[in-house]
T-cell receptor, first 116, second 112 residues
Framework: GNSVTQMEGPVTLSEEAFLTINCTYT??????LFWYVQYPGEGLQLLLK?????DKGSNKGFEATYRKETTSFHLEKGSVQVSDSAVYFC???????????????FGQGTILTVHP | DGGITQSPKYLFRKEGQNVTLSCEQN?????MYWYRQDPGQGLRLIYY???????QKGDIAEGYSVSREKKESFPLTVTSAQKNPTAFYLC???????????FGPGTRLLVL
């Protein structure tokens, strides 16, 4: 089956620190990979995505590279801000028809807190 | 403004009561989804619908029911058979064939 494993949280950083949140996956077929962000009390927003091996997704200073050889999609940001404090979810979607069409499989989420 | 709305923001359920969570979208999306979020866990798929008048069970459908009578609407009913309904419920939608799902703001369900 499909699964996503994220690094244990919570993660606490000072402003301008470097961020890495690890994400590894197992999947049948060829997945697309996503990072979603959830701010307190809100729904999820798509942060970035990558659809094939070696693709790099990027948005708002965040980056993640689809590594097929290590089945990983680690999220990075060079300099975090207080406003980046949120829960980050790694997810995959297998590009296949049938009952798995459109279904996202999520990791457990990583809470990030950034202090001034 | 296009988007997904969920109501109410908070919902309280009594023992043995069925409650219905609303999800409406004006994005003209074909597919709609319901997820459940529990603390420290990722989202788990309850039901999804790819087209009007059709829907499929997700990973944790027991104790829930849905309908899809209109393209814009995908209400979720939490029945009395759901023994642990306290959670944050998220609705999402996507264009047919698109990988990107757009999420609503969520409804928090609490049991009295």
């Amino acid at each position: 089956g499909n699964s996503v494993t994220q690094m244990e949280g919570p993660v606490t950083l000072s402003e301008e620190a470097f961020l890495t949140i690890n994400c590894t996956y197992t999947a049948t077929g060829y997945p697309s990979l996503f990072w979603y962000v959830q701010y307190p009390g809100e729904g999820l927003q798509l942060l970035l995505k990558a659809t094939k091996a070696d693709d790099k997704g990027s948005n708002k200073g965040f980056e993640a590279t689809y590594r097929k050889e290590t089945t990983s999609f680690h999220l990075e940001k060079g300099s975090v801000q207080v406003s980046d404090s949120a829960v980050y979810f790694c997810a995959l979607r297998v590009n296949a028809g049938g009952t798995s069409y459109g279904k996202l499989t999520f990791g457990q989420g990583t809470i990030l807190t950034v202090h001034p | 403004d296009g988007g997904i709305t969920q109501s109410p923001k908070y919902l309280f359920r009594k023992e043995g009561q069925n409650v219905t969570l609303s999800c409406e979208q004006n994005l003209n999306h074909d597919a709609m989804y319901w997820y459940r979020q529990d603390p420290g866990q990722g989202l788990r798929l309850i039901y999804y619908s790819q087209i009007v008048n059709d829907f499929q069970k997700g990973d944790i459908a027991e104790g829930y029911s849905v309908s899809r009578e209109k393209k814009e609407s995908f209400p979720l009913t939490v029945t009395s058979a759901q023994k642990n309904p306290t959670a944050f419920y998220l609705c999402a939608s996507s264009m047919s064939g698109s990988e990107t799902q757009y999420f609503g703001p969520g409804t928090r369900l609490l049991v009295l």
